[in-house]
């Protein structure tokens, strides 16, 4: 190790960390037992609060002890378990990439958030990662709208799956991937579609797949964000008036036992890519879109958002946008049309 090297020093705290839990006393904590596309894992939380968390808000299958785990995540608070506290950045500058560079290189893969102060750590090889918080709840602000996010995509991460920020909507079992930066309207278009009797496989993060002859997506996520005025919007006044305060981003985190129905499903086959614009007319207007153009609504917001996906996120948004046909939806300022123009194009894609 270099002096001053910081990715260095991170490189060696993470392999501390996964030496620690490798002989952690798992009896001490609560365990989940999941299924995530076929993948199985489990999770052991020093916070029972943080387990309920994920139960409540993840998509995802409860399995049988029977069933052996190719994954195992640890999910530690220092003071719970009478750890040190996590420890502070080792350098002046928090130099991303530098950072991931050295992980790789170790054949790690995990990231460092500031604020809270948080390491994540995971090894493809042993099928082991750990997460380290101060203590109980202090998890990142973001975290109840997506929990284990970065877990899930090193989970699942290759040429043919990925984790993409991006939403879906569908019916009878196929449907299209919404694509955009925030604020371009998928959140809003996925839940005008779910009001309009309309199903999804996620408003914000879903994992999609490319199989040899279909492209699917699954949920990950069991809620669907949205502000106010846009919840007004596609259920009226009586559904907002029973949500829970807004979160960090100013939006309600909408759990799918509030809504009147619930409206994921386990898998769509997505059969275009489509990317909304507010267009402000009466009725929705869909156009063929070049697949370049796609991608780069795609790439960005699904690449930056997570703390090592840029080099791989890039090639599978290409690969995707370059399979599917793409389009341009401009969309109406009425919610029901907004369903049912979207009904209409899924029914007639062949």
Same mark, same amino acid.
């Given at each position: 190790?270099?002096?001053?090297?910081?990715?260095?020093?991170?490189?060696?705290?993470?392999?501390?960390?996964?030496?620690?839990?490798?002989?952690?006393?798992?009896?001490?904590?609560?365990?989940?037992?999941?299924?995530?596309?076929?993948?199985?894992?489990?999770?052991?939380?020093? $916070?029972?609060?943080?387990?309920?968390?994920?139960?409540?808000?993840?998509?995802?299958?409860?399995?049988?002890?029977?069933?052996?785990?190719?994954?195992?995540?640890?999910?530690?608070?220092?003071?719970?378990?009478?750890?040190?506290?996590?420890?502070?950045?080792?350098?002046?500058?928090?130099?991303?990439?530098?950072?991931?560079?050295?992980?790789?290189?170790?054949?790690?893969? #995990?990231?460092?958030?500031?604020?809270?102060?948080?390491?994540?750590?995971?090894?493809?090889?042993?099928?082991? /990662? &750990?997460?380290?918080?101060?203590?109980?709840?202090?998890?990142?602000?973001?975290?109840?709208?997506?929990?284990?996010?970065?877990?899930?995509?090193?989970?699942?991460?290759?040429?043919?799956?990925?984790?993409?920020?991006?939403? %879906? &909507?569908?019916?009878?079992?196929?449907?299209?991937?919404?694509?955009?930066?925030?604020?371009?309207?998928?959140?809003? %278009?996925?839940?005008?579609?779910?009001?309009?009797?309309?199903?999804?496989?996620?408003?914000?993060?879903?994992?999609?797949?490319?199989?040899?002859?279909?492209?699917?997506?699954?949920?990950?996520?069991?809620?669907?964000?949205?502000?106010?005025?846009?919840?007004?919007?596609?259920? /009226?006044?009586?559904?907002?008036?029973?949500?829970?305060?807004?979160?960090?981003?100013?939006?309600?985190?909408?759990?799918?036992?509030?809504?009147?129905? $619930?409206?994921?499903?386990?898998?769509?086959?997505?059969?275009?890519?489509?990317?909304?614009?507010?267009? /402000?007319?009466?009725?929705?207007?869909?156009?063929?879109?070049?697949?370049?153009?796609?991608?780069?609504?795609?790439?960005?917001?699904?690449?930056?958002?997570?703390?090592? /996906?840029?080099?791989? #996120?890039?090639?599978?948004?290409?690969?995707?946008?370059?399979?599917?046909?793409?389009?341009?939806?401009?969309?109406?300022?009425?919610?029901?049309?907004?369903?049912?123009?979207?009904?209409?194009?899924?029914?007639?894609?062949?």
């Amino acid at each position: 190790m270099r002096p001053d090297d910081p990715a260095a020093e991170a490189v060696a705290y993470g392999r501390s960390l996964l030496a620690a839990v490798a002989v952690l006393d798992r009896t001490r904590l609560t365990c989940l037992r999941l299924n995530s596309a076929d993948l199985h894992f489990d999770a052991f939380f020093s $916070d029972p609060g943080y387990a309920e968390l994920c139960v409540r808000n993840l998509a995802l299958r409860s399995r049988s002890e029977a069933s052996p785990a190719r994954v195992r995540l640890y999910l530690l608070d220092a003071e719970g378990l009478g750890w040190p506290r996590p420890a502070p950045w080792f350098g002046e500058r928090f130099d991303r990439a530098q950072l991931n560079a050295a992980l790789a290189a170790a054949g790690l893969r #995990g990231t460092y958030l500031h604020d809270p102060r948080v390491w994540q750590f995971f090894d493809p090889a042993q099928g082991v /990662g &750990v997460q380290l918080l101060r203590r109980p709840g202090t998890w990142p602000a973001w975290e109840s709208g997506g929990p284990l996010r970065a877990f899930l995509h090193w989970m699942h991460a290759s040429d043919s799956v990925s984790l993409c920020h991006a939403g %879906t &909507v569908g019916v009878d079992g196929r449907g299209v991937l919404l694509v955009g930066a925030g604020g371009s309207g998928k959140s809003g %278009t996925v839940l005008a579609a779910v009001a309009g009797g309309l199903d999804t496989a996620g408003d914000d993060y879903c994992l999609v797949g490319q199989a040899e002859n279909a492209v699917w997506a699954r949920p990950l996520f069991r809620i669907l964000k949205q502000d106010p005025d846009g919840v007004r919007r596609a259920f /009226g006044g009586s559904l907002a008036d029973r949500l829970d305060p807004l979160n960090w981003q100013g939006k309600h985190e909408i759990h799918a036992s509030r809504l009147p129905r $619930d409206p994921f499903v386990d898998s769509l086959r997505i059969v275009a890519v489509v990317v909304p614009r507010i267009g /402000g007319g009466r009725t929705s207007a869909f156009r063929p879109l070049e697949a370049a153009r796609a991608m780069r609504a795609l790439a960005p917001s699904s690449a930056f958002q997570l703390p090592d /996906g840029e080099r791989q #996120g890039i090639v599978f948004a290409a690969a995707l946008c370059r399979r599917l046909p793409c389009y341009e939806m401009s969309l109406s300022d009425n919610a029901a049309e907004i369903a049912a123009s979207l009904e209409g194009f899924v029914r007639g894609m062949p």
